[in-house]
């Protein structure tokens, strides 16, 4: 699809003002810092991977780090603490480090000055503003981000509204949309480095229960939410295929989709059914594994490589239990699905440290670093090999559907309309003599 440039339309976000009714700040927007460069992430991912900006050479001062930390660090959200409010504290060494690889990052030329600028005061911004633990009210939100509040979903008095449901059929490789409605929470309860996360009611399906993701920048450009929407699909599917071999736990992912909020001049998120439990990530996209170090999640991610003819890998695996979500995709040629891609740097680094555990054995996956099976004290199999000789191969299609998504389509023509509009205010200005104004 084609890029729009700096004159194009803002996002649908930053119509909403955020969902509480207060401006959402584009100096806000959560960078995302790689759990390998300097410092962990501080927030849980809501759907944003590592950013192949921070993967170039770095000097001798910058360590790259893949097992001294735990994935799990991120932070989560937890069902079972309705009255936490999220905290995004840094001590001051962290703070500096996070800096000093934003200055290498742009002294080599991976950012510009603008983006150091806007990363380095987020960065700050954590600290003159911190989330503490107390009751309702106890904090003010900090630069117009609204107050994130830990609770379980609660929609009394929310008046239900209209809106537009775009879903993607993996099936018929189509996007269908449907006519919904629905009740936004006005408090998130949740964060991650680039999306806040809502409670939200479908009252079509007798009240159902699930999290709407927007996204903090308003300059998000919509096509991410359909590229996700899309990758998603294309890891269920896979999930399928794994759960054909019967592993000893099945995985599961959740189905997503693209809302299209009608009365709040169409802004979009993401949503997807709300899980109880405790939201737990397994791996990211750079190699690092959590120190729990499951054998179902690496599993999947290794069985993806192999079942893909090694032209795919499923990773960013987290969620409740073996029920996932916001994964991302390697692909060979490290374009398909965004930025997180990070092609055969992403399949090395995953290989590097994997494990092969007792499920690997399992599903007859070629070896890769093995642990000793009486250290294996994860998930194991009832039997040690299953019955079929092999997994059977099934090669990835290449190949997009989300630029024909037809909100999506709607959206970059209004772009163009807009664009074409400013140039002609623009000529009139710098001719002075006509009286359009």
């Given at each position: 699809?084609?890029?729009?440039?700096?004159?194009?339309?803002?996002?649908?976000?930053?119509?909403?003002?955020?969902?509480?009714?207060?401006?959402?700040?584009?100096?806000?927007?959560?960078?995302?810092?790689?759990?390998?460069?300097?410092?962990?992430?501080?927030?849980?991912?809501?759907?944003?991977?590592?950013?192949?900006?921070?993967?170039?050479?770095?000097?001798?001062?910058?360590?790259?780090?893949?097992?001294?930390?735990?994935?799990?660090?991120?932070?989560?959200?937890?069902?079972?603490?309705?009255?936490?409010?999220?905290?995004?504290?840094d001590d001051g060494n962290s703070v500096v480090a996070r800096i000093a690889t934003l200055?290498?990052?742009?002294?080599?030329?991976?950012?510009?000055?603008?983006?150091?600028?806007?990363?380095?005061?987020?960065?700050?911004?954590?600290?003159?503003?911190?989330?503490r633990i107390g009751g309702p009210g106890a904090l003010q939100p900090a630069a117009g981000?609204?107050?994130?509040?830990?609770?379980?979903?609660?929609?009394?008095?929310?008046?239900?509204?209209?809106?537009?449901?775009?879903?993607?059929?993996?099936?018929?490789?189509?996007?269908?949309?449907?006519?919904?409605?629905?009740?936004?929470?006005?408090?998130?309860?949740?964060?991650?480095?680039?999306?806040?996360?809502?409670?939200?009611?479908?009252?079509?399906?007798?009240?159902?229960?699930?999290?709407?993701?927007?996204?903090?920048?308003?300059?998000?450009?919509?096509?991410?939410?359909?590229?996700?929407?899309?990758?998603?699909?294309?890891?269920?599917?896979?999930?399928?295929?794994?759960?054909?071999?019967?592993?000893?736990?099945?995985?599961?992912?959740?189905?997503?989709?693209?809302?299209?909020?009608?009365?709040?001049?169409?802004?979009?998120?993401?949503?997807?059914?709300?899980?109880?439990?405790?939201?737990?990530?397994?791996?990211?996209?750079?190699?690092?594994?959590?120190?729990?170090?499951?054998?179902?999640?690496?599993?999947?991610?290794?069985?993806?490589?192999?079942?893909?003819?090694?032209?795919?890998?499923?990773?960013?695996?987290?969620?409740?239990?073996?029920?996932?979500?916001?994964?991302?995709?390697?692909?060979?040629?490290?374009?398909?699905?965004?930025?997180?891609?990070?092609?055969?740097?992403?399949?090395?680094?995953?290989?590097?440290?994997?494990?092969?555990?007792?499920?690997?054995?399992?599903?007859?996956?070629?070896?890769?670093?093995?642990?000793?099976?009486?250290?294996?004290?994860?998930?194991?199999?009832?039997?040690?090999?299953?019955?079929?000789?092999?997994?059977?191969?099934?090669?990835?299609?290449?190949?997009?559907?989300?630029?024909?998504?037809p909100m999506l389509q709607k959206y970059v023509a209004a772009c163009k309309e807009e664009?074409?509009?400013?140039?002609?205010?623009?000529?009139?200005?710098?001719?002075?003599?006509?009286?359009?104004?």
């Amino acid at each position: 699809m084609e890029k729009a440039n700096s004159s194009r339309l803002r996002s649908s976000s930053a119509h909403l003002h955020s969902i509480s009714g207060q401006h959402t700040a584009e100096s806000m927007k959560m960078n995302t810092f790689p759990a390998d460069i300097g410092a962990p992430v501080e927030v849980q991912d809501a759907g944003e991977a590592v950013d192949p900006v921070m993967l170039a050479a770095l000097p001798v001062t910058v360590t790259l780090r893949t097992h001294q930390r735990s994935i799990d660090e991120t932070m989560v959200w937890n069902t079972e603490t309705p009255t936490e409010i999220t905290a995004t504290s840094d001590d001051g060494n962290s703070v500096v480090a996070r800096i000093a690889t934003l200055s290498v990052l742009r002294d080599q030329g991976f950012i510009d000055e603008d983006e150091f600028q806007r990363r380095k005061k987020a960065i700050i911004d954590e600290i003159t503003y911190p989330r503490r633990i107390g009751g309702p009210g106890a904090l003010q939100p900090a630069a117009g981000l609204p107050l994130i509040v830990a609770h379980p979903p609660n929609f009394h008095g929310l008046a239900p509204e209209d809106a537009i449901r775009h879903t993607f059929n993996y099936a018929t490789r189509q996007w269908e949309t449907s006519k919904v409605t629905i009740v936004l929470d006005e408090t998130p309860f949740a964060k991650g480095s680039l999306r806040l996360v809502y409670h939200l009611q479908d009252v079509t399906q007798a009240g159902a229960s699930y999290v709407a993701k927007l996204a903090i920048d308003p300059d998000e450009d919509p096509e991410t939410y359909f590229r996700d929407i899309e990758l998603q699909a294309h890891c269920a599917h896979y999930a399928e295929m794994y759960n054909e071999y019967k592993p000893p736990k099945r995985v599961e992912f959740i189905q997503a989709w693209v809302l299209e909020l009608k009365q709040r001049n169409g802004a979009l998120c993401a949503v997807e059914r709300y899980i109880p439990g405790e939201y737990r990530k397994h791996n990211n996209n750079f190699g690092s594994v959590s120190d729990e170090e499951r054998n179902t999640p690496q599993a999947f991610s290794h069985f993806t490589y192999e079942v893909s003819h090694h032209e795919l890998l499923a990773v960013d695996i987290q969620g409740v239990g073996d029920r996932y979500t916001d994964p991302q995709i390697h692909t060979l040629n490290g374009h398909d699905f965004g930025k997180g891609n990070l092609g055969a740097l992403g399949f090395q680094k995953f290989l590097h440290s994997h494990r092969c555990n007792s499920i690997c054995t399992y599903l007859k996956l070629p070896p890769v670093n093995p642990k000793e099976r009486y250290k294996d004290y994860g998930t194991v199999p009832v039997q040690e090999l299953m019955n079929s000789d092999r997994i059977k191969e099934v090669r990835f299609e290449s190949k997009h559907y989300y630029e024909n998504a037809p909100m999506l389509q709607k959206y970059v023509a209004a772009c163009k309309e807009e664009e074409t509009k400013s140039d002609r205010r623009r000529a009139c200005h710098l001719c002075g003599l006509c009286t359009i104004q």
